[in-house]
């Protein structure tokens, strides 16, 4: 299967045997980040998935991108853009749209797996169009409910299920804000795993291998 033009710049990498009925996983980097880095796990996930790793479309100074952008300030802090967080949400539920159409993927077997901002986008488009994500991999994000659908509450979740981790000495997104996530999905009724690593903002050896189990089991339902 060659590479397919996006609505977003993107790596590509087809399973070993093309099917109409094959599982996808999307992969949404963080801040300041590109296309090429969570693409490193490509290797480690198994043969049967295509993978597609989005470059998100702000392009930072010098190099990297974002989803949105996060302002720095004497008054207020660290912010984040909310409003292009939204625009963001919706041009990856598009682009999922646009996947599917142009790669021969199972429709009902998409996995967002997101690092940081690219989790927080996850969260985002599988809370505000659950009919679209199977499954949630959520590395060192959040849920930031101010990006999501104004009825999202309402939404059918019956189907989706989340693994979210998180380094317990992160420096860069406070645990505490991760611990919220798993309340949030229990209460919508959500099938959610949360586990923390004695690791700051990144991604700890036994976490992958972690959530690499956990897509087998939650795909094999």
């Not at 952008?69 to 041009?91: C, M, P, T, W």
């Not at 996995?111 to 499954?135: D, M």
Request: aromatic share 12%; glycine share 6%; net charge negative.
């Amino acid at each position: 299967m060659t590479k397919q033009t996006l609505l977003l710049e993107h790596n590509y990498k087809a399973p070993v045997t093309i099917s109409e009925k094959a599982p996808a996983i999307i992969m949404l980097h963080g801040f300041g980040s590109d296309e090429n880095d969570l693409f490193s796990f490509a290797s480690e996930i198994p043969e049967n998935y295509h993978i597609i790793s989005l470059k998100a479309p702000i392009a930072m100074q010098p190099y990297g991108n974002a989803w949105y952008n996060i302002y720095f300030d004497d008054n207020d802090g660290k912010f984040s853009d909310d409003e292009q967080a939204i625009v963001s949400r919706d041009l990856i539920s598009d682009c999922i749209d646009d996947i599917i159409e142009k790669y021969p993927v199972d429709k009902n077997n998409i996995t967002l797996l997101g690092f940081s901002q690219g989790t927080i986008l996850s969260f985002a488009v599988a809370l505000s169009y659950p009919e679209k994500v199977k499954n949630v991999i959520g590395l060192s994000g959040y849920i930031n409910e101010a990006i999501l659908t104004k009825d999202f509450k309402n939404n059918d979740f019956s189907d989706l299920h989340v693994y979210t981790s998180h380094g317990s000495v992160d420096m860069v997104i406070p645990v505490t804000w991760a611990r919220k996530t798993k309340p949030i999905l229990d209460a919508l009724g959500i099938d959610c795993t949360y586990s923390e690593f004695p690791v700051g903002h990144g991604v700890a050896p036994q976490n992958f291998f972690e959530f690499k189990n956990w897509l087998a089991t939650v795909n094999s339902l």
